[in-house]
C-alpha cells in the first residue's frame, strides 16, 4: 500500500519568509498527488494538486514540485503570513484508486 | 466554508450508546467519502459512495459502522455500540466524480465524537 510521509512536524517562520514543506511517498504509481491546510478545529481545506504529468503547479502564493525519481513533493509559499499557521497535509493516490493517503501532517507557525 | 456540511458538529455519548452523523454534500458532487481522524494525524480513509453505491469500505469500517447515501445525495454514517476508541473527528468529503480519474475532494467541518 501507500505511505506518506512528511518530513519535519513542525516548521517555524517568520512572517515575510518562504515557507518549504516536504513530503516523501512510497508508492511509484501515484499518480495524483495533493495538499491541505487543517486549521485548529476545522475539515482539511483544498490548497493546490498536482498530477505525475506535471513537476511543478503555481498557485497564489503557493507552489508545488514533485520529483517522482526520488517519489518527493514539496509545497512552497511565499511571503508566508500569520494566517498561514495551521497543519499542512500532503495526500497521494494511485492510479485507478480515488482514495488518497495522507501523510501525517507539518505544522506551521509563523511568528509576527 | 467548502459547501460540505456536517451535523451534529460535535457529539459526547456513553459508551454503548448507538450514534449517527449526516453529511450533505457540495450538489452534483457524485462522489462522497467518509475518513476519520484522531489527534496528530492525517485523515484515515471509511468508506466511499458514487452517487447511491457504496463501491470501497476500509478494513477499518469494522461491523458496528454502517454508511448510506440512500438518493445520492446526503449520507449518514452509524456507529452502533460505540467504544472509547471510536472518539475521533468523522470528517466527509464530495468530489464531482465525473470520469475516471482521482479528482479533487472538498471536506467538511467534522463532526467530533467523544465516547465516555
Known amino acids: 500500500g501507500e505511505s506518506v510521509g512528511l518530513h519535519l512536524p513542525t516548521l517555524s517562520v517568520q512572517e515575510g519568509d518562504n515557507s518549504i514543506i516536504n513530503c516523501a511517498y512510497s508508492?511509484?504509481?501515484?499518480?495524483?498527488f495533493i495538499w491541505y491546510k487543517q486549521e485548529s478545529g476545522k475539515g482539511p481545506q483544498f490548497i493546490i494538486d498536482?498530477?505525475?504529468?506535471?513537476d511543478k503547479r503555481q498557485g497564489q502564493r503557493v507552489t508545488v514540485l514533485l520529483n517522482k525519481t526520488v517519489k518527493h513533493l514539496s509545497l512552497q509559499i511565499a511571503a508566508t503570513q500569520p494566517g498561514d499557521s495551521a497543519v499542512y497535509f500532503c495526500?497521494?493516490?494511485?492510479?485507478?484508486?480515488?482514495?488518497?493517503?495522507f501523510g501525517r501532517g507539518t505544522s506551521l507557525i509563523v511568528h509576527p | 466554508d467548502t459547501g460540505v456540511s456536517q451535523n451534529p458538529r460535535h457529539k459526547i455519548t456513553k459508551r454503548g450508546q448507538n450514534v449517527t452523523f449526516r453529511c450533505d454534500p457540495i450538489?452534483?458532487?457524485?462522489?462522497l467519502y467518509w475518513y476519520r481522524q484522531t489527534l496528530g494525524q492525517g485523515p484515515e480513509f471509511l468508506t466511499y459512495?458514487?452517487?447511491?453505491?457504496?463501491?470501497?469500505k476500509s478494513r477499518l469500517l469494522s461491523d458496528r459502522f454502517s454508511a448510506e447515501r440512500p438518493k445520492g445525495s446526503f449520507s449518514t454514517l452509524e456507529i452502533q455500540r460505540t467504544e472509547q476508541g471510536d472518539s475521533a473527528m468523522y470528517l466527509c468529503?464530495?468530489?464531482?466524480?465525473?470520469?475516471?480519474?482521482?479528482?479533487?475532494?472538498?471536506f467538511g467541518p467534522g463532526t467530533r465524537l467523544t465516547v465516555l
Open positions: 495526500a497521494a493516490a494511485s492510479g485507478g484508486s480515488y482514495i488518497p493517503t
Open positions: 468529503a464530495s468530489s464531482l466524480g465525473q470520469g475516471k480519474v482521482t479528482d479533487t475532494q472538498y
Open positions: 508508492n511509484s504509481a501515484s499518480d495524483y
Open positions: 459512495f458514487q452517487n447511491e453505491a457504496q463501491l470501497e
Open positions: 450538489s452534483e458532487h457524485n462522489r
Open positions: 498536482i498530477r505525475s504529468n506535471m
